[in-house]
Nanobody, 128 residues
């Protein structure tokens, strides 16, 4: 049973940067597709970025393309989300999630129900 723990959230001014980390334990990390989701108050949970098990394929929603970068270090069982040029609309609780059964090794799914394990979340607040 994999467990996930996020860190790195905080308060930052618009235009600033944060790096989120998600440490995984409990099973073979390199077989998991990993995703970052976010949920703002009163809104549904939203896919932000994902990375395939090997790290060779990534996917982003349009609103973060060119600003956010997802990466993984399979030797450290950790996935990262580097967030640059942050905007107030990026404010949310950010969760990492593991997809234990991606249909193919290069596929990144974007629906929350496809993810099996979730971290507790870390708050990101961007002030204007």
């Amino acid at each position: 049973q994999v467990q996930l723990a996020e860190s790195g959230g905080g308060l930052v001014q618009a235009g600033g940067s944060l790096r989120l980390s998600c440490a995984a334990s409990g099973r073979t990390f390199s077989s998991l597709a990993m995703g970052w989701f976010r949920q703002a108050p009163g809104k549904e949970r939203e896919f932000v970025a994902g990375v395939a098990p090997s790290g060779g394929n990534t996917y982003y929603i349009d609103s973060v393309k060119g600003r956010f970068l997802i990466s993984r270090d399979n030797a450290k069982n950790t996935v990262y989300l580097q967030m640059n040029s942050l905007k107030p609309e990026d404010t949310a609780v950010y969760h990492c999630a593991a997809d234990a059964n991606p249909p193919r090794s290069v596929v990144i799914r974007i629906t929350p129900k496809d993810y099996d394990v979730w971290g507790q979340g870390t708050q990101v607040t961007v002030s204007s």
